[in-house]
């Protein structure tokens, strides 16, 4: 039996996104490339895990995100969709 876009070897839903510019200084654009797995919440937490950005964005495949009110830093995003999540470094 073949893989659907987006499943892995097990057959769960993996979450494709593309999050630009990387390093950023005013806005983030995040955009799911699986039409099948728009995203439905973006989760931004600062180094020590505090989060700084929470949105359900109503599963929308691009979002664009203001990042002007965080300091310079590392941070991870959480991508959430109806199936599981991924969080990035950035």
Do not use: W
Not at 4 to 27: H, L, R, S, T
């Amino acid at each position: 039996m073949g893989k659907k876009a987006g499943q892995d070897q097990f057959g769960e839903q993996q979450i494709e996104c593309v999050i630009y510019p990387n390093p950023a200084n005013d806005e983030l654009n995040i955009q799911s490339t699986a039409i099948e797995l728009p995203v439905e919440v973006i989760t931004i937490r600062d180094i020590s895990g505090r989060v700084v950005f929470n949105e359900k964005v109503n599963k929308e495949l691009y979002h664009k995100i203001s990042i002007t009110n965080l300091t310079t830093g590392l941070y991870t995003i959480q991508i959430n969709n109806k199936y599981n999540y991924k969080v990035f470094k950035r």
